[in-house]
């Protein structure tokens, strides 16, 4: 997926139309399809997107999450959609130092977010178990990001020296 000619199939064949489903869709239905569409042609051409196909460490960690997500979720009809969204933005992520480096610069932000106390945990025993299939307690006071709250002050001090 990073050297030629398979790069040149991503960018072209897979890359190229997402971006334009994207950015003339009008429903979240439209985006559906075209990660559908994406996920499908690269399964095709290169198969499920594993650890042993992969050598990024970010990959490898997205790759997990991923199947850590799939172990909770119980909603067969967003399954197929989340999925998808998860495959193309980890073929993204490995594929892209563009598209990695600029994630990275997300997550620090979103980390920032949590430590500002601007990012609000997940409510209490959510998502719901209709859906959902998480140990409880789950939630609330028992996130990460309500116990990184918690130690603001002692991590935006390490942070800041």
């Given at each position: ?89 980890i073929?993204?992520i ?64 390490i942070?800041?020296?």
């Amino acid at each position: 997926m990073l050297k030629p000619p398979l790069r040149e199939f991503v960018i072209d064949k897979i890359k190229a139309p997402l971006q334009k489903v994207i950015e003339g869709a009008v429903s979240l239905t439209q985006v559906t399809s075209g990660l559908l569409e994406a996920s499908g042609l690269m399964k095709e051409k290169f198969g499920e997107i594993t650890r042993q196909n992969t050598i990024n460490k970010t990959t490898h960690a997205l790759i997990d999450i991923s199947n850590r997500f799939f172990q909770h979720e119980r909603n067969p009809k967003r399954e197929k959609m989340f999925s998808a969204a998860f495959e193309v933005f980890i073929a993204q992520i490995e594929h892209d130092i563009y598209y990695k480096d600029r994630f990275g610069w997300i997550i620090e932000e979103i980390i920032m977010a949590i430590l500002n106390d601007n990012w609000e945990e997940r409510t209490n025993g959510q998502p719901d178990s209709s859906h959902w299939n998480e140990d409880p307690p789950y939630g609330g006071k028992h996130s990460i990001i309500s116990k990184l709250k918690r130690h603001r002050e002692e991590i935006l001090k390490i942070i800041s020296s």
